[in-house]
């Protein structure tokens, strides 16, 4: 089933005064790219050209000087020349539908990880810049509240959070499975599971979020109480998966815990790494990501610089863990 898990990976990014920075050599470039005729090409040239402004103050107003960059303000051709330029630069950065998404003066980022939205980031942040146009950094926000919208591309996302700023989860479904969504619980911006009914068979998909490292110790043991009442509310006979940014990275190899976990984690354990452990035998689950014999590097859910971690997980109950990893792949 297709099903995509997101945690803190949807931003909202604004271009910085983006009608004031369109080159006007970069709109003349976009416009005969997109197949505007030349003669049209030609009359927007003179409606640019020698163009001056004033600045009107509360003392007076300035005197007039010519305008070398940017839309007119207020003209009714804009939005649509605005609309050319982004077009053409979107054709460097698009990615398949849900994961870029357009809009008037900014655009939606998507990803599976984080990782793969801050790559996509800044692809967008230097495709712009180098054609004069800028990102506004001040700007980024993330959805927030208790929704679910169709977001292009036969998907639906159903997402949670209350702070822009920080934490929230969402699951995303294609249209198909959309339909058939049973029940939709929010718990908080760090849990929320979505019940899908597919051939009669319930399927229970549990986004997570977990408390970084260096969060209170109440945090953490609000998440581990919320999960573990999430989890014991689905019924045994129910399919159940969870995807989550954990936080930890269980490491490699899996001695003493191999009911729970295979051999193919990553690298170091961390300190903190047993909560998750202890999470997937209090409730009977597996690891899926650690029963798989990938290249180190195939195994990466988070890179910062040379830092290099496994983080993101995606767990399934111990019962069904050959229909997750299929025969002969587990450890």
């Known amino acids: 089933m297709a099903v995509m898990f997101l945690s803190r990976l949807f931003t909202k990014i604004l271009e910085e005064k983006a009608y004031d920075r369109v080159p006007r050599e970069e709109l003349w470039y976009c416009m005969r790219k997109s197949g505007v005729s ?30 070398k960059v ?6 009714a051709l804009s939005p649509f020349l605005f609309a050319v330029v982004m077009d053409r630069l979107m054709d460097e950065v698009r990615q398949e539908s849900p994961w870029t998404m357009m809009f008037a003066e900014d655009f939606v980022n998507c990803g599976k990880i984080s990782e793969q939205v801050k790559k996509s980031l800044e692809t967008w942040r230097y495709t712009l810049e180098r054609r ?15 929704k679910a919208r169709n977001i292009g591309g036969g998907f639906k996302l159903f997402y949670h959070g209350v702070d822009g700023k920080r934490n929230g989860v ?20 760090r849990v929320m599971i979505v019940k899908v009914e597919v051939e009669g068979m319930m399927i229970n998909v549990i986004s997570a979020y977990a408390p970084q490292v260096g969060c209170e110790m109440e945090e953490k043991e609000r998440f581990w109480s919320e999960s573990d009442e999430v989890v014991d509310g689905v019924h045994r006979k129910e399919r159940l998966v969870i995807g989550a940014d954990f936080n930890w990275h269980v490491g490699e190899g899996n ?43 195939h195994r990466v859910t988070y890179k910062s610089g040379e830092r290099c971690t496994q983080m993101d997980y995606v767990l399934c109950r ?11 792949q587990c450890s």
Do not use: P
Not at 40 to 63: G, I, L, N, P
Not at 281 to 294: G, H, L, S
């Open 38 to 67: 030349e003669k049209y090409v030609r009359v927007v040239q003179d409606m640019y050209e020698d163009s001056v402004t004033a600045v009107k103050c509360a003392v007076e107003m300035t005197d007039w000087f010519k305008v």
């Open 70 to 75: 940017g839309l007119h303000q207020r003209s």
């Open 132 to 146: 004069g146009m800028k990102v506004s950094r001040k700007k980024e926000t993330k959805w927030k509240g208790s």
């Open 170 to 189: 969402g699951v995303i479904l294609k249209e198909e499975y959309s339909k058939s969504v049973v029940k939709v619980k929010r718990v908080s911006d």
């Open 255 to 297: 001695r003493g815990d191999e009911e729970v976990m295979g051999k193919y984690g990553f690298k170091e354990r961390n300190v903190e790494r047993q909560m998750v452990v202890d999470f997937a035998k209090r409730m009977e689950m597996a690891v899926v990501n650690t029963y798989f014999k990938k290249k180190e590097d």
């Open 318 to 328: 111990r019962c069904n863990l050959k229909e997750s990893v299929g025969r002969g």
